[in-house]
């Protein structure tokens, strides 16, 4: 089994940045992808950025622009940097392992003036 431990969520003003972290521990194969999800109440979970085994990168389009995504592929880590965060950002972030495949606990991240 795979367990993501997430961390950096927070409450931050509209135009601030927030860091996730999540650290992937357990039986993890080479080849996977990991990522963030995120589910605002009466939404749909929806893709925020995922990255593969080989540093390809994929970002909702929401996010496109103010989110970046990166992995420690040796400590099977990956990273999301959220900057010029809004209002509409405010989610519940789940981390995501395509082993599995596997979701973090989620971490909730408040944008508000």
């Known amino acids: 089994q795979v367990q993501l431990v997430e961390s950096g969520g927070g409450s931050v003003q509209p135009g601030g940045s927030l860091r996730l972290s999540c650290a992937a521990s357990?039986?993890?194969?080479?080849?996977?992808?990991m990522g963030w999800y995120r589910q605002a109440p009466g939404k749909q979970r929806e893709m925020v950025a995922l990255v593969d085994s080989v540093g390809n990168k994929l970002y909702g389009d929401s996010v496109k622009g103010r989110f970046t995504i990166s992995k420690e592929y040796a400590r099977n880590t990956a990273n999301l940097q959220m900057n010029s965060l809004q209002p509409e950002d405010t989610a519940v972030y789940y981390c995501?392992?395509?082993?599995?495949?596997?979701w973090g606990q989620g971490t909730q991240v408040t944008v508000s003036a």
């Open positions: 995501y392992h395509t082993l599995g495949p596997t």
């Open positions: 357990g039986s993890i194969s080479g080849v996977n992808t």
